[in-house]
Nanobody, 127 residues
Framework: QVRLVESGGGSVQSGGSLRLSCAASRDAMTASCMGWFRQSPGKAREGVATIDRGTSATYVESVKGRFTISRNDGDFENTLVLQMDNLKPDDTGTYYC???????????????????WGQGIQVTVSL
């Protein structure tokens, strides 16, 4: 059974940092492509960053240079992390950990569809 549980959200002032973690079940971390998505107030849900098992990462343009995605596929702990630095008010939203769909010939991208979602966690950035 796929299980994804986010933690680490909260409120921060503009320019601050937050670190999101996603505890993933073994079934989830066998996926080759994992990612973080977000839904900001009044906007559609969007992909923020994705990472494959080779640790190749892709970011949406608005977070490049500020966010870093990483994954730990350990024997006993499977974790997906999003380090967010120099946060801006536009980064406010609900952030979701996800297992991202991909075919064998498809790259691991934030624009891909999602197979499984976490429950989401709130990030609020104030001026």
């Amino acid at each position: 059974q796929v299980r994804l549980v986010e933690s680490g959200g909260g409120s921060v002032q503009s320019g601050g940092s937050l670190r999101l973690s996603c505890a993933a079940s073994r079934d989830a971390m066998t996926a080759s492509c994992m990612g973080w998505f977000r839904q900001s107030p009044g906007k559609a849900r969007e992909g923020v960053a994705t990472i494959d098992r080779g640790t190749s990462a892709t970011y949406v343009e608005s977070v490049k240079g500020r966010f870093t995605i990483s994954r730990n596929d350990g024997d006993f702990e499977n974790t997906l992390v999003l380090q967010m630095d120099n946060l801006k008010p536009d980064d406010t939203g609900t952030y979701y950990c996800a297992v991202v769909r991909r075919t064998s010939s498809q790259p691991c991208l934030p624009s891909n569809g999602v197979a499984y979602w976490g429950q989401g966690i709130q990030v609020t950035v104030s001026l």
